[in-house]
């Protein structure tokens, strides 16, 4: 006889290939991996041989998910096709959808779909059917070292496909339920200072919230909060339980059913996920409350690692792809990190005092949390609040026990009468936690790589304090410090030095990197609202524990120099060189050299006295070692090319960035052949409205001997050199990288 737990923990093994998986085998190998597992459930004596069988199982499983999604993609896109979405929510000019007709066909599974633009002479909302003719593309993400995946965020959110409407015609013009009911709580909180936090806590509409409060809250480490989860979940289910607890008050004895209050926690709970518009982590909440639910209905007495093995196992069967989120980790790692926590070092507290057994239980909740998440906040968000613990003590409990059961209390009042008064108190509560929060120190510290040993140290310590090792192997302790700070000790390396392409889409910026320091080549593109430097630039350098000394401005084009506002509030004095006079910052003409870290800088191009276009008097430098060499050409073009190539030798490298992203406007027979290079490095973005880079273009580099690589294809593209040669390392290309992160859909569509 299986046993559930240990069946549940063989699930997950099973499931777990997904994450590191560099390709997704074919169907049929999820075929027999199926047969191979039915057989052996069947037909196998011994019980592990089973437990093994459920495994391939799930396996099996995860694999028909995954390659379900990559079909899909490869399918749909790059073609032009009239299909039927469902709208599921928007956002402006952004529309989430399901499309659940493509081609004159009915999909039996909906594919997700993001498609942009504007709905003419309507009001869109969830619920709508539109009737869309779209060219889908296949969903592409920066990938850069240690940055945001978006492919992996849209792989586990189900929404890989998108495409701008063309044609687009309303099937359908009413609106969902939820989505009326959201528009009358919006109007009647309309005039309130608070009402985008009011709309993300009881609807988990995050879209409208203001910057300043996103930054108090990632700052506080109080973000959680906001997001309609386990907690919020939980809490609606309690509130299911205690109704239910008072509804049997007042019935006879034998009418009393312990069944009852689970049932009417579940339908609570299932309720608030469907107002919530079934994100993602409220299904899981809801999945995980519920499998909890059917064990205590079966009475099963079972450990808090077996119903969190349970719990976990229903989730990634529902939907095995959820492994790659990142909040499915943060909720598990969480609730792991507590059940840990609370058994390797138990709380007694102060029975006598309920307040303050109360409050200090929730003092040893909060440290367990705040110390034993850091193996996993580290690499996800590369910094560290170091005022989470006071921030939390007070917007857990607040928010908890008091804003939350406001606006339960508001949103079924809401159907009945007009809840003015309740939303009234919500604004006021929260109008106070933020003036709380905002009054803490800034306490948000920025983290690189090498904290990432680190982190599990709080891990290392409570085993060490419950099995006494301090006192019984004091070296064991000593030696497993030592092993966690070593990155902190590691030698730098003074004779090799780096040149990283970064994947910022449409633009360049690339850095230098030598002894600890970089020396930036352009600071990639700007958009209203953003730019390139803090996005990519600022939290790249911080990872890798980078401080840049020099910033070589190639042309005033925003997709160049639209960074640089960031790099300079960062690091204010920062060294520049620009292609024209600017206050505060060197020229950069022909002639010009200097020297950093035992690097050579020549600026081989423009003239002193050129007159041309803004990418023709692009700075051209020259980077050496004395051995190696890197051509940066910024967005030159032909008529400049033409006259750099009557000097040959100051033009000749190893390695050159590819002028003007590919364009067929540039890299002329006479450059690419005087050049005499031999890897060609182009920043490009996929699906750009120029067809960059042009195929004629990629052929000519091939036809002279170049290793080709660009950003939309191979990610972030790293150069190493050492005095014995040197060594390109494409960050999409590399074998280990997951199936996740590869390139999705058909090659043209870049083209």
């Known amino acids: 006889m299986l046993q559930l737990p240990k069946l549940s923990f063989w699930i997950l093994a099973g499931i777990s290939p997904l994450l590191w998986l560099p390709v997704i085998p074919p169907f049929w190998f999820a075929l027999v991996l199926t047969c191979a597992g039915g057989w052996g459930l069947c037909r196998a004596r011994h019980v592990v041989w089973r437990y093994c069988a459920c495994g391939a199982l799930a396996l099996s499983w995860a694999l028909f998910h995954a390659q379900s999604a990559l079909t899909t993609m490869v399918e749909m896109s790059g073609k032009r096709e009239s299909m039927v979405v469902r709208i599921v929510s928007t956002q402006g000019e952004r529309h989430y959808g399901k499309i659940v007709q493509w081609g004159g066909k009915k999909r039996l599974f909906s594919p997700g779909v993001i498609l942009y633009g504007i709905l003419p002479e309507s009001h869109p909302c969830s619920g709508q059917l539109w009737q869309v003719s779209s060219t889908l593309r296949a969903v592409h993400g920066q990938y850069n070292a240690g940055g945001y995946s978006r492919q992996r965020s849209a792989m586990a959110s189900g929404f890989v496909l998108s495409g701008r409407m063309a044609d687009v015609q309303v099937i359908k013009a009413s609106c969902s339920l939820r989505a009326a009911f959201i528009h009358r709580v919006e109007q009647q909180t309309a005039h309130l200072a608070w009402d985008a936090v009011i709309h993300a806590l009881a609807f988990g509409e995050r879209e409208n919230m203001q910057t300043g409060v996103r930054q108090i809250l990632r700052e506080t480490g109080t973000a959680h909060l906001m997001a309609i989860s386990g907690l919020h979940i939980a809490q609606a289910g309690g509130a299911g339980w205690l109704l239910a607890r008072l509804i049997q008050f007042f019935l006879p004895a034998h009418w009393i059913r312990p069944s009852f209050p689970i049932i009417a926690s579940i339908a609570c709970a299932a309720g608030y996920t469907w107002l919530s518009g079934g994100n993602p982590p409220a299904i ?123 606006i339960f209390l508001g949103v079924l009042a809401n159907s009945v009468m007009v809840p003015g008064l309740i939303w009234q108190w919500v604004d006021s509560l929260l109008a106070a936690l933020f003036w709380l929060l905002a009054g803490l120190p800034k306490g948000w510290l920025p983290v690189d790589w ?52 970064l994947d910022i889409g449409h633009g360049l910026a690339m850095v230098i990197e030598r002894n600890g320091s970089a020396f930036l080549y352009d600071t990639g593109n700007r958009w209203e609202g953003g730019n390139v430097g803090q996005q ?90 004395g051995i190696h060499r890197v051509l940066l050409t910024g967005d030159l073009e032909l008529p400049a090319e033409l006259l750099l190539t009557m000097h040959p030798a100051s033009m000749k490298a190893d390695i050159v960035q590819v002028p003007h992203h590919g364009s067929k406007s540039s890299s002329g027979i006479r450059f690419v052949g005087r050049a005499e290079g031999s890897v060609a490095l182009t920043s490009v973005a996929r699906y750009n409205p120029w067809n960059m880079p042009s195929p004629a273009v990629v052929e000519r580099y091939q036809q002279n001997g170049y290793q080709w690589y660009d950003t939309a294809l191979h990610g972030q593209v790293s150069v190493s050199f050492s005095p014995t040669g040197w060594r390109v390392s494409a960050h999409r290309a590399r074998f280990f990288t997951p199936w996740y992160q590869r390139w999705f859909g058909v090659r043209p569509d870049n083209r």
């Not at 499998?291 to 450990?303: A, E, F, P, V």
């Not at 507590?338 to 200090?360: D, E, M, N, S």
């Not at 840049?548 to 004095?573: F, K």
């Open 284 to 406: 899981r909440s809801l999945i995980a409350l519920s499998s909890w639910g059917i064990l205590r209905l079966y009475q099963r007495q079972w450990g808090a690692w077996d119903v969190l093995a349970v719990c976990l196992a229903c989730v990634l069967l529902f939907d095995p792809l959820t492994l790659l989120s990142d909040s499915f980790w943060l909720s598990a790692f969480a609730v792991s990190a507590l059940i840990f926590w609370c058994q390797w070092l138990p709380f007694t507290g102060v029975k006598k005092y309920r307040t303050a057994h109360f409050c200090a239980a929730l003092l040893h909740l909060q440290c367990g949390a705040c110390l034993l998440l850091l193996p996993l906040q580290v690499p996800l968000f590369h910094g560290i609040s170091l005022i989470s613990l006071p921030a939390n003590l007070i917007a857990v409990p607040v928010v908890t026990f008091l804003i939350v059961p406001l």
């Open 450 to 501: 090498r904290m990432g040993a680190m982190a599990f140290l709080p891990w290392c310590l409570l085993v060490i304090m419950r099995f006494h090792w301090l006192r019984t192997s004091s070296f064991t302790c000593a030696a497993l410090v030592v092993v966690l700070c070593s990155p902190w000790w590691g030698r730098k390396n003074h004779s090799g030095w780096q040149v990283h392409m």
């Open 536 to 625: 990519v630039i600022l939290p790249w350098l911080a990872w890798h524990n980078l401080v840049p000394e020099g910033v070589i401005i190639s042309h005033e084009h925003t997709d160049h120099n639209g960074g640089l506002a960031a790099i300079e509030a960062q690091w204010p004095g920062i060294t520049q060189w620009r292609n024209s006079p600017q206050p505060g910052a060197y020229h950069c003409y022909q002639g010009k050299k200097w020297y950093w870290q035992g690097l050579s800088f020549d600026v081989v191009w423009p003239p002193l006295q050129f007159e041309g276009s803004e990418n023709n008097r692009s700075c051209v430098v020259s980077v050496s070692d």
